[in-house]
């Protein structure tokens, strides 16, 4: 008698707040579960072990309630945080805090959890971008959430250089100023403290000095949370259309340059800061990047789209790169 043993292929976002597990059965998630990402408040006085077991330990529970009893033949990992070229990580600012003091091989911890099991882990942005890899092939992958992110795709693949340093124009810094807001990285006046969902209080303090006209007419509260500033800039509130708009400033100078710098046609945009914001927002987008490039300011409304409405993107793009057996990492 042959007997069909069920492989199963789990898929996991790995996020500050939530880590996220899905089954990958047939082109699309079924099963699914979540946990709470280890201690955010303790984690930069845990020693680098523990904070790492920590989170090993949580994904390993996960992946076995979803897989509930079945072998699990692979495992797809998306990361929040630079994954280097042996597959190694370090740094994942929304997980861990501080640096780690030497590279970890999570893959292989994983790995060796679920008896041997395929790993591919791949940088959290690198998985949602081949949600839409096998459609657009050549394209950029941008993230507006509580960071910046970003990856370039050629012929259906990601490219982020011999040092695998690309896809990072969150740490772009393009604000000289010795008084520029801070980013979560150390640096000062990167595009991610300023065009990120984490910019809206610094935006905020800017506009009320320098514009209290603006700042007298608005109904936003003095200590505005982005669930605050989401409801008034849909309302059509002039506050937090400039809060907007200043941060859109910075990304569409960014998005600018890639397209010239590399030719990029297509810009999928995702997110909860982008989404949250809708359509407005893309506008403000599309009109700061056609303002720091050459043609026709109309061609960046066909090259700016909204990524899928959902927040599967990297679960999705996870299961995909199963699917096509890469032993990227
Ligand atoms: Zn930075």
Redesign the pocket.
């Known amino acids: 008698m042959v007997r069909t043993l069920r492989m199963t292929k789990l898929v996991f976002d790995v996020g500050g707040t939530a880590l996220r597990c899905a089954r990958w059965n047939n082109g699309r998630l079924d099963a699914r579960a979540a946990a709470e990402s280890p201690g955010v408040a303790q984690r930069d006085a845990d020693d680098d072990e523990t904070r790492v077991r920590a989170v090993t330990e949580r994904l390993t529970a996960l992946g076995r309630e979803v897989a509930g009893g079945t072998e699990v033949s692979e495992l797809g990992l998306a990361f929040p945080g630079p994954v280097g070229s042996d597959g190694s990580v370090r740094q994942a600012p929304t997980l861990w805090g501080r640096e780690l003091a030497r590279p970890v091989q999570l893959a292989d911890r994983l790995g060796a959890a679920f008896d041997g099991a395929r790993v591919v882990l791949v940088n959290d942005v690198t998985a949602a971008g081949y949600r839409y890899a096998d459609e657009l092939r050549d394209f950029c992958i941008v993230t507006v959430s509580s960071g910046i992110g970003n990856k370039l795709f050629f012929a259906g693949d990601v490219e982020v250089g011999p040092q695998h340093r690309g896809g ?1 124009i ?2 772009w ?1 393009i604000d000289d100023r010795a008084d520029a807001p801070p ?5 000062r006046g ?4 300023i065009a990120s969902g984490r910019s809206t209080p610094w935006h905020l303090q800017q506009l009320r000095a320098g514009a209290p006209e603006l700042a007298a007419g608005s109904r936003l509260p003095a200590a505005a949370t982005n669930h605050d500033l989401v409801a008034a800039f849909r309302a059509g509130d002039e506050l937090a259309r400039a809060v907007v708009e200043r941060a859109a400033a910075a990304l569409g100078q960014a998005l600018a340059l890639l397209h010239v710098g590399v030719g990029v046609e297509r810009f999928v945009v995702y997110g909860g800061f982008a989404q949250a914001l809708g359509d407005g927002y893309l506008d403000a987008l599309r009109t700061a990047a056609a303002a720091h490039a050459w043609g026709e300011p109309s061609d960046w409304h066909a090259r700016i789209r909204a990524g899928a409405a959902d927040d599967d993107s990297g679960l999705i793009g996870m299961g995909v790169l199963l699917d096509r057996g890469s032993d990227r990492r």
């Open positions: 990072e969150g740490h810094r980013c979560e990285c150390g640096g990167h595009l991610g403290a």
